[in-house]
């Protein structure tokens, strides 16, 4: 039986129009025209979310778990899945404490609807952490007031013992291990144990590989690690994927830590090795080959590295398919600098 959502009017009021800003924000097309694609699976897990639709949700997140469940270009349904999740937690609301209460009201429901659904569970510690973050704000840490502090730390408390509470149902999910790698990186985990979360989600569930992204993010210096820790991690990623990606994994771990720290200085201030990165961008277009916003990212890179027959080779490939948030801050500005520095022109 589907589970409606019971919001309170005003909250209902701003998911509503939430929802309507994806369904009627498409341009319109004529009767003879080619219809629209429908609607991703990050905009339907987001509907459905929107909707109050938990046995549409359960269903979505059984499909997407499953083995060899991937996108053309290589990436997880179930992070697409969980990236529509995602907007509704993060959804900005004029009155945030009202629309977050409500959440945690309505996972509270579906959880205590559904005892044995892993993901209900998951979704209410979910919405606990998402109700943290307003307290602490994404300032500084010596700028958070000592009230911010302690909402912020009541609410993780909070999201911790109840996914320990429901750890039998709840773990039987990696995203429950997602969950909890990002817990621990807003508590100071130490790294032996959020390798031990990484390694009984990859038995939960093989296929998660954005378990590894989750970790390289902790292992960033600018939280618990260093650029030592962060190449050993990356290293031992790539070889526990070689199988699938060939060293695909140690391109797009690198790249995601260039976009979470070290950005235009990735080969300064870090161990990235460039002869590396471009064989796995080689092998994940020989395996995923549809992927234009790879393709973006691997002409960034290869700029970045001052490799000018890659660049020039990738960047011929790309023509009009420019994507501009692949490269990096002040992308417009990135783009320019490396097609000039490129072509001379």
Same mark, same amino acid.
Not at 216 to 231: A, M, T
């Given at each position: ?20 800003s ?18 991703? +699976? ?31 270009d ?16 993060q959804?900005k ?24 659904s892993?993901?209900?569970?998951i ?34 408390q909070r ?17 429950a ?7 621990g ?38 939280? +618990?690690?260093?650029?030592?820790d ?7 990623a ?6 699938r ?7 797009r ?23 590396k ?30 490799d ?9 490939? +790309?023509?009009?398919? +420019? ?23």
């Amino acid at each position: 039986m589907t589970t409606l959502v019971r919001f309170t009017m005003p909250t209902r009021r701003m998911l509503r129009a939430a929802l309507l800003s994806l369904v009627v924000s498409a341009p319109a097309w004529a009767a003879d025209a080619k219809p629209p694609p429908p609607p991703s +699976i990050a905009d339907t897990a987001a509907m459905n979310f929107w909707w109050g639709d938990f046995a549409a949700l359960e269903r979505q997140n059984t499909l997407h778990r499953q083995p060899g469940s991937v996108q053309p270009d290589g990436g997880l349904q179930i992070e697409m899945f969980r990236t529509g999740l995602a907007r509704v937690f993060q959804h900005k609301v004029k009155n945030v404490e009202t629309y977050l209460a409500e959440i945690d009201a309505l996972t509270l429901e579906w959880a205590q609807a559904h005892p044995k659904s892993a993901l209900a569970h998951i979704l209410h510690a979910e919405a606990l952490y998402h109700h943290a973050w307003p307290y602490r704000g994404n300032g500084m840490a010596k700028d958070v007031t000592p009230e911010g502090w302690k909402g912020f730390e009541a609410y993780l408390q909070r999201a911790t013992l109840y996914l320990r509470t429901h750890a039998e149902v709840a773990l039987t999910d990696s995203h429950a291990h997602l969950f909890l790698l990002r817990m621990g990186r807003a508590m100071g985990w130490d790294k032996k144990q959020l390798f031990a979360i990484l390694q009984d989600g990859l038995k939960r569930n093989p296929d998660d590989i954005s378990l590894y992204f989750d970790v390289v993010l902790s292992l960033l210096p600018k939280w +618990i690690g260093n650029v030592k820790d962060l190449d050993d991690f990356i290293r031992k990623a790539t070889e526990e994927t070689r199988s699938r990606y060939g060293m695909g994994m140690y391109a797009r771990l690198y790249s995601h830590a260039a976009e979470n720290q070290f950005s235009h200085a990735l080969f300064e201030d870090s161990l990235a090795d460039w002869d590396k990165m471009k064989q796995g961008y080689e092998d994940m277009f020989a395996r995923y080959p549809d992927s234009p916003k790879r393709l973006n990212r691997y002409a960034y890179l290869a700029c970045l590295a001052k490799d000018k027959p890659t660049f020039l080779k990738v960047y011929g490939q +790309i023509g009009t398919n +420019i994507d501009l948030p692949e490269w990096g801050v002040n992308p417009e500005r990135s783009l320019e600098a490396c097609r000039r520095w490129g072509t001379g022109v």
